[in-house]
T-cell receptor, first 112, second 114 residues
Framework: EDQVTQSPEALRLQEGESSSLNCSYT??????LFWYRQDPGKGPEFLFT???AGEEKEKERLKATLTKKESFLHITAPKPEDSATYLC?????????????FGAGTRLAVHP | GAVVSQHPSRVICKSGTSVKIECRSL??????MFWYRQFPKKSLMLMAT?????????EQGVEKDKFLINHASLTLSTLTVTSAHPEDSSFYIC??????????FGEGSWLTVV
């Protein structure tokens, strides 16, 4: 059965305190792993797509990596504006379509 | 970057009435759009996959007759909640896949049924 597990569920950091969020997945036929940021009451904002093990992508203070079983979202020297829920999703073919299967998210709070 | 627009962002309707939510891809043509529902502090739950020119594919447990989805053009999909009841109150979000395969989300629509 397809499964996407994110940890930790919630994370509190001090401004400047680097950390990593984890996304473990079990899915057959992976067609990409997506990271999104979601602010309260808003739709998810696209961050990265990773397609193959060993791939890395960076954007400002964020860096995403991918292995065959998990992905990490590294946050370097976070700022309060990085506070949000970070969602991981895997895309796989199901029933003739490519579907996104989401994890439950990690709620990140960065305090000054 | 690519933009997906949803309208309305908030809507209140009376129990028993129907309400329509629109999802538009502004920067690209989207052959596939998705509709999600999100409960407070929960992740996104896929309701259905909408393909231009064909019937939507609904996830198990989602009532087709209650949540009508139409994807009449390559830039527009609509979700109509029919005979709405208070338990249908939720945050509904659409997404669209661009030609490169990236999936972008709309801002979401808050539905309150009173």
């Amino acid at each position: 059965e397809d499964q996407v597990t994110q940890s930790p569920e919630a994370l509190r950091l001090q401004e400047g305190e680097s950390s990593s969020l984890n996304c473990s997945y079990t899915v057959s036929g992976l067609r990409g792993l997506f990271w999104y940021r979601q602010d309260p009451g808003k739709g998810p904002e696209f961050l990265f797509t990773l397609y193959s093990a060993g791939e890395e992508k960076e954007k400002e203070r964020l860096k995403a990596t991918l292995t065959k079983k998990e992905s990490f979202l590294h946050i370097t020297a976070p700022k309060p504006e990085d506070s949000a829920t970070y969602l991981c999703a895997v895309q796989a073919p199901r029933g003739g379509y490519n579907k996104l299967i989401f994890g439950a998210g990690t709620r990140l709070a960065v305090h000054p | 970057g690519a933009v997906v627009s949803q309208h309305p962002s908030r809507v209140i309707c009376k129990s028993g009435t129907s309400v329509k939510i629109e999802c538009r891809s502004l920067d690209f043509q989207a052959t596939t759009m998705f509709w999600y529902r999100q409960f407070p502090k929960k992740s996104l739950m896929l309701m259905a996959t909408s393909n231009e020119g064909s019937k939507a594919t609904y996830e198990q447990g989602v009532e087709k007759d209650k949540f009508l989805i139409n994807h009449a053009s390559l830039t527009l999909s609509t979700l109509t909640v029919t005979s709405a009841h208070p338990e249908d109150s939720s945050f509904y979000i659409c997404s669209a896949r661009d030609p490169r395969g990236t999936i972008y989300f709309g801002e979401g629509s808050w539905l309150t049924v009173v």
